[in-house]
């Protein structure tokens, strides 16, 4: 049985302080929205929240057309979650087949792509890049 969003949230509540939980309910709930069945019956909500945690701790600073790149296998001693598979994290000004490009890349590399997570948000930074945790928006136009 897939992890519920229900689960995640209740996750969050009780493992983030007050003022961080509800930015960070939003976010996973954009970050997973369009995960596929497969990816939510493998993930437990723990796992989920480490996906969470690391996704909103990368993307907390970046400069103006800054691209950021990151790869790891998730452990319990070194990042305080561990998963099945290892991540890469991408953050980056959306572009036209950016995920056909990088996901052609990985494959090039001999490696093979389980799954993604591709959210596509507007983020509100201060002069110096941090992310401001007020308010998500989907790339559509859509208010989350």
Same mark, same amino acid.
């Given at each position: 049985?897939?992890?519920?969003?229900?689960?995640?949230?209740?996750?969050?509540? *009780?493992? @983030?302080?007050?003022?961080?939980?509800?930015?960070?309910?939003?976010?996973?709930?954009?970050?997973?929205?369009?995960?596929?069945?497969?990816?939510?019956?493998?993930?437990?909500?723990?796992?989920?929240?480490?996906?969470?945690?690391?996704?909103?701790?990368?993307?907390?600073?970046?400069?103006?057309?800054?691209? @950021?790149?990151?790869?790891?296998?998730?452990?319990?001693?070194?990042?305080?979650?561990?998963?099945?598979?290892?991540? @890469?994290?991408?953050?980056?000004?959306? *572009?036209?087949?950016? #995920?056909?490009? #990088?996901?052609?890349?990985?494959? *090039?590399?001999?490696?093979? @792509?389980?799954?993604?997570?591709?959210?596509?948000?507007?983020?509100?930074?201060?002069?110096?890049?941090?992310?401001?945790?007020?308010?998500?928006?989907?790339?559509?136009?859509?208010?989350?």
């Amino acid at each position: 049985m897939p992890a519920s969003p229900t689960q995640l949230r209740q996750l969050i509540d *009780r493992k @983030l302080p007050d003022g961080e939980a509800p930015f960070a309910r939003q976010f996973a709930a954009l970050l997973f929205e369009k995960a596929p069945r497969e990816l939510r019956e493998e993930l437990t909500p723990d796992i989920q929240l480490g996906i969470t945690l690391s996704a909103l701790e990368f993307i907390g600073k970046r400069a103006p057309d800054e691209v @950021l790149a990151r790869a790891y296998s998730p452990s319990l001693e070194t990042h305080g979650w561990e998963a099945p598979y290892s991540a @890469l994290e991408i953050c980056l000004t959306d *572009r036209p087949f950016i #995920v056909d490009s #990088v996901r052609a890349a990985i494959s *090039r590399s001999g490696f093979h @792509l389980h799954h993604y997570l591709h959210p596509i948000l507007h983020v509100d930074r201060d002069a110096g890049g941090r992310l401001r945790k007020k308010g998500l928006d989907r790339k559509d136009g859509g208010t989350a």
